[in-house]
Antibody
Framework: QVQLQESGPGLVKPSETLSLTCTVS????????WSWIRQPPGKGLEWIGC???????KYNPSPKSRVTILEDTSKNQFSLKLSSVTAADTAMYYC???????????????WGQGTMVTVSS | AIQLTQSPSSLSASVGDRVTITCRAS??????LAWYQQKPGKAPKFLIY???SLESGVPSRFSGSGSGTDFTLTISSLQPEDFATYYC?????????FGGGTKVEIK
């Protein structure tokens, strides 16, 4: 059974870059597709972007110009970088596995536990 | 982006009640809709995909229906562990989007 674990700094200063890593266990990162999703405190869910087919990406236009998602197959990890952060980027960040098999589905059957990131000086 | 509007935003119900949550899409999405359950401090749990297909291991008291723009999630007999917030999500087109959530509380 695939399991996901997010890691990264819990506090980021405004204008700096948020960097998170999702470590995949119980399966190969190359066999599935992966997304980042966030949830501001007390609010709903927002899809940030995904990585699939050995490095192809799709991003939400909202933070798109600031987002980079990469994968590291040697470490079985994928990452999120969000540049020029503001207080509005304060949220719980989740990594998630796409439900699809050999085809990007767009739903998420396995989620990490999430990591809270606060943007503050 | 396709907008999803859930109603109600919250509801109070008793154990054993039948509960229905509605999700309306701003444009047609065929059957490309999923439902999730989220409990406080936890990640969302995948319940239903393709509007009506139950994810493996999800109790049969959960069911989904609808196509096009109007969808429902029904819990046939509410159990204590079902008190949570429920989200719909469309995967017809990118960017993927979620509804605002429906909080199911104990009456």
């Amino acid at each position: 059974q695939v399991q996901l674990q997010e890691s990264g700094p819990g506090l980021v200063k405004p204008s700096e870059t948020l960097s998170l890593t999702c470590t995949v266990s119980g399966g190969s990162i190359s066999s599935h597709y992966w997304s980042w999703i966030r949830q501001p405190p007390g609010k709903g869910l927002e899809w940030i972007g995904c990585i699939y087919d050995s490095g192809s990406t799709k991003y939400n236009p909202s933070p798109k110009s600031r987002v980079t998602i990469l994968e590291d197959t040697s470490k079985n990890q994928f990452s999120l970088k969000l540049s020029s952060v503001t207080a509005a980027d304060t949220a719980m960040y989740y990594c998630a596995k796409d439900f699809g098999h050999q085809l990007l589905y767009g739903t998420f059957d396995i989620w990490g536990q999430g990591t809270m990131v606060t943007v503050s000086s | 982006a396709i907008q999803l509007t859930q109603s109600p935003s919250s509801l109070s119900a008793s154990v054993g009640d039948r509960v229905t949550i509605t999700c309306r899409a701003s444009q047609g999405i065929s059957s490309a809709l999923a439902w999730y359950q989220q409990k406080p401090g936890k990640a969302p749990k995948f319940l239903i995909y393709d509007a009506s297909s139950l994810e493996s291991g999800v109790p049969s008291r959960f069911s989904g229906s609808g196509s096009g723009t109007d969808f429902t999630l029904t819990i046939s007999s509410l159990q204590p562990e079902d008190f949570a917030t429920y989200y719909c999500q469309q995967f017809n087109s990118y960017p993927l989007t979620f509804g605002g959530g429906t909080k199911v509380e104990i009456k």
